[in-house]
């Protein structure tokens, strides 16, 4: 699997590239806690969008999953300070840390190759 960090004065228009390549998609999303593990997941939602919001008090970065117009979710982390993204035959892998230790992993699923 390969792995790299998205440079943070790129987050914005790679979150935009992201959110154009997989909106629609199938997609799961975890919140992981050190010491913890995975604290919540959610699986096979459908992916909307992942924004980058600068305009309040601190930073975050914001991950909403469900289908338009129906029950919507939103998952957030605070202060994050790392962007990586890993891509392999399975789909496309995002990691964003925040500074306690604290990450969220969106999963979005590779689209099945249409047969021959």
């Known amino acids: 699997m390969l792995a790299s960090e ?23 999303v975890e919140r992981h806690q050190p010491g913890t ?3 919540f997941e959610v ?3 459908v992916f909307e969008r992942i924004h980058d919001d600068c305009s309040g008090e601190r930073h ?5 999953v469900g289908e338009p117009q129906q029950h919507q979710e939103t998952f957030f982390m605070t202060d994050p300070q790392l ?4 891509q392999d035959d399975r789909g496309d892998t995002l ?5 306690d230790g604290r990450f969220l992993i969106v999963r979005v699923l590779a689209k099945a190759k249409a047969a021959a």
Not at 8 to 25: A, I, K, M, S, V
Not at 83 to 86: A, G, K, P, V, Y
Not at 95 to 99: A, H, S
Request: aromatic share 10%; net charge neutral; proline share 5%.
């Open 95 to 99: 990691q964003i840390e925040g500074t």
């Open 6 to 28: 998205v440079p943070r004065e790129q987050w914005e228009p790679f979150l935009d590239l992201f959110n154009r390549q997989h909106t629609g998609d199938r997609a799961r």
């Open 60 to 64: 975050r970065i914001g991950v909403v």
């Open 83 to 86: 962007l990586l993204r890993f």
């Open 43 to 45: 699986e096979n939602c």
């Open 37 to 39: 593990g995975i604290i």
